[in-house]
């Protein structure tokens, strides 16, 4: 039995969410809460596998009730329902340990599917949530991509690529025209530009992002 705690700070949204949860057999609706202090009194004294929880809590936000919960009570499974499809609110949830994210326009059948899937310890997140986490992480390794092609220099971008055909710091050297000290430096500014600590990182960051192939 996957027992559910539901927080919103509209009880007319709980209790019809726990209409509908009410009829499988294998959930059981434990606990209503409106704010955030109920939440904590209410881990203190039950049970609980799963918290659906909204964002939006008046006082507290949803934020951090997800953080308290998930560091409190590493066990409990935190499912965000939320009427918000911003990608800061989406990106900070998920941060502060949240299992998964769904919209409250969801359909009843994916709100129970979410809620099994938390509870076996994976995630789930909504289609259109799941977009924008997309659109995100996108958008982000394209920012990545410009900022590193910025930072590089001519000269940089050919020692990273004869470091991915495996040369040593003398072989550069002999085909650079330059002195073994100075490709030493290279090396050293290009760990320190992509912000790693040794040369197999580099090359894997230099090869997700096209520069070696």
């Known amino acids: 039995m996957i027992r559910v705690l539901l927080v919103d700070d509209h009880k007319i949204f709980t209790e019809g969410v726990a209409s509908i949860l009410c009829h499988e057999p294998d959930l059981e609706i434990v606990g209503e809460c409106q704010k955030a202090e109920q939440v904590k009194h209410f ?21 951090d009730v997800c953080k308290y919960i998930v560091e409190k ?4 499974r935190v499912l965000a329902m939320s009427m918000y499809n911003d990608e800061s609110f989406i990106t900070r949830m998920l941060k502060n340990g949240a299992s998964g994210y769904i919209l409250k326009n969801t359909g009843a059948d994916e709100v129970i599917n979410a809620i099994r899937t938390v509870y076996k310890g994976e995630s789930y997140h909504c289609k259109e949530i ?3 986490i997309m659109r995100g992480l996108s958008r982000q390794k394209t920012q990545e991509l410009n900022l590193y092609q910025l930072r590089i220099t001519r000269r940089e971008k050919e020692v990273l690529a004869l470091i991915a055909k495996g040369k040593t710091s003398k072989e550069m050297a002999q085909e650079l025209f330059i002195s073994e000290k100075t490709v030493e430096t290279h090396r050293s500014n290009l760990l320190s530009k992509f912000d790693v600590k040794n040369m197999v990182s580099l090359l894997k960051i230099a090869i997700e992002y096209g520069y070696v192939s």
């Open 130 to 132: 799941t977009d924008i």
């Open 43 to 63: 881990l203190e004294t039950n049970e609980i596998d799963v918290v659906l929880l909204d964002i939006n809590l008046g006082e507290e936000s949803g934020l």
């Open 73 to 76: 009570y590493p066990k409990v």
